[in-house]
């Protein structure tokens, strides 16, 4: 006899927090699978110059290859934090890494298969935003679930840290790989490792019962029962939620512009530079600042700092001081100084991991992984091709981060906003 619907995605979902073992084991797992995550995510930023070479890619050509990630990205942001919320958010992790796992693995073999190389390249990176669209708005789902909310900043940090050992991982292999061996194996290198821990998830952490009863919720489409509804007017109404969107979404702009176009910005402003300095340091200062900003923030609430207070204070560092550096980064002809100013900057940003990353959970974590979706992604890419300027695309990003700085200061709050007798639906 089959389980009634709302029991079996209670079931799913599982409504019990972790026990210490099993948050240790599954941190150290989303670590990983965050740090493959951007190891797939950054191949295409560190090999663009030698692509754009084998293939005639101008700038514009570039641009699009490099922004294309993010028209699909932001599609499927609220697909996964629903589906995180309703299923179960290491199911939905495991699914996509899969499928973005094998995508990367076979990028080199879509790049030749025609002399259509743009196309292809283009629509293989619309697929891969696609598939990990769905990835931080799961895992927020899960440990807004599955980890008690005094350790939330914390967890959420160390997990959190694994997009810049990605970064860091692709930044330092990645040159040698691509100096030995040609931007090919690149590609290769990453795929080959998410599809290797996809296998030790299966095999370790999940039981092919759970994966088939989240296949059977899906294929079914079973609707959400009234009673497990969430109260989205309710949410849309409330300013914090809507200053937590807006801070979000100028955190993720402003880091994925950096993220696509560093690399690039020092390849053609010091072409002498080594690819393993700009390629590594900046996310080498940034682990032990994302580790830091999440001691620090559970600290001070552990010690009765009030949770917004604390808040507030990590985006400050994470949006304006970062912004800051951003804002220098643009003013120097150094490339001393560009390293530091990079570091400094994209080391800051960790710190929206214990800020605005955890408020979502703090408003409503029956529902957070669909507010960490709802935030799309600016098409970073374009900014550049747009502006011309690599001064202009830093003010921007330092005008895009006190933007959502400002906002988040103002109406941001730390106190539950989805919770009602009467839960209302769109």
């Known amino acids: 006899m089959q389980p009634p619907p709302d029991e079996a995605r209670r079931d799913m979902a599982g409504d019990t927090q972790w026990s210490r073992p099993e948050c240790q084991a599954w941190t150290g797992t989303l670590l990983l699978g965050t740090c493959l995550l951007y190891c797939a995510r950054s191949s295409m930023?560190?090999?663009?110059?030698?692509?754009?070479?084998?293939?005639?890619?101008?700038?514009?050509?570039?641009?699009?290859?490099?922004?294309?990630?993010?028209?699909?990205?932001c599609l499927t942001q609220v697909v996964g934090g629903h589906l995180g919320d309703r299923i179960g958010g290491e199911?939905?992790?495991?699914?996509?890494?899969?499928?973005?796992?094998?995508?990367?693995?076979?990028?080199?073999?879509?790049?030749?298969?025609?002399?259509?190389?743009?196309?292809?390249m283009t629509f293989s990176r619309i697929l891969m935003g696609l598939l990990q669209g769905v990835y931080f708005p799961a895992?927020?789902?899960?440990?807004?679930?599955?980890?008690?909310?005094?350790?939330?900043?914390?967890?959420?940090?160390?997990?959190?840290?694994?997009?810049q050992f990605g970064t860091l991982l692709t930044g330092a292999v990645g040159s040698l790989l691509l100096e030995w061996y040609g931007w090919q194996s690149i590609f290769y290198f990453s795929g080959g490792l998410t599809l290797l821990w996809v296998w030790y998830v299966y095999r370790y952490l999940l039981s092919e019962k759970d994966l088939i009863l989240a296949l059977?919720?899906?294929?079914?489409?079973?609707?959400?029962?009234?009673?497990?509804?969430?109260?989205?007017?309710?949410?849309?109404?409330?300013?914090?939620?809507?200053?937590?969107v807006v801070s979000q979404l100028s955190a993720a702009c402003s880091f994925f512009i950096l993220l696509s176009w560093l690399p690039t910005f020092f390849e053609e402003t010091f072409p002498d530079a080594k690819g393993w300095i700009f390629n590594v340091v900046p996310w080498l200062v940034a682990i032990p600042a994302s580790l830091f900003s999440g001691f620090l923030s559970d600290h001070l609430i552990n010690q009765g700092y009030r949770a917004i207070t604390v808040r507030k204070l990590m985006q400050g560092m994470g949006l304006g001081l970062s912004s800051v550096f951003a804002l220098c980064l643009g003013h120097t002809s150094s490339f001393c100084?560009?390293?530091?100013?990079?570091?400094?900057?994209?080391?800051?940003?960790?710190?929206?991991h214990s800020g605005i990353s955890v408020n979502?959970?703090?408003?409503?974590?029956?529902?957070?992984?669909?507010?960490?979706g709802v935030v799309?992604?600016?098409l970073?890419?374009?900014?550049m091709e747009t502006t011309g300027s690599w001064t202009c695309l830093f003010n921007l990003v330092a005008i895009i981060s006190n933007l959502g700085l400002c906002t988040f200061l103002v109406f941001g709050q730390a106190q539950r906003v989805d919770l009602s007798s009467t839960h209302e639906d769109l």
């Open 360 to 372: 979502i959970q703090d408003l409503a974590p029956s529902c957070a992984g669909f507010l960490f």
């Open 376 to 378: 799309g992604v600016c």
């Open 91 to 120: 199911k939905v992790i495991l699914l996509s890494a899969s499928a973005w796992g094998s995508i990367t693995a076979v990028t080199p073999l879509l790049a030749h298969l025609s002399s259509a190389h743009l196309a292809f």
């Open 139 to 163: 895992l927020t789902s899960l440990l807004s679930q599955k980890v008690r909310e005094s350790e939330r900043a914390f967890t959420y940090s160390i997990v959190g840290a694994g997009s």
């Open 45 to 73: 930023p560190i090999c663009t110059v030698s692509m754009s070479q084998d293939f005639g890619w101008n700038k514009k050509e570039a641009g699009i290859v490099l922004s294309s990630f993010f028209w699909g990205y």
């Open 380 to 383: 970073g890419g374009y900014l």
């Open 216 to 244: 059977g919720v899906l294929a079914q489409s079973r609707p959400v029962s009234r009673h497990n509804r969430v109260p989205w007017r309710r949410l849309f109404r409330k300013p914090a939620v809507w200053a937590a």
């Open 337 to 352: 100084e560009s390293v530091v100013f990079a570091s400094a900057s994209i080391g800051l940003q960790t710190f929206n």
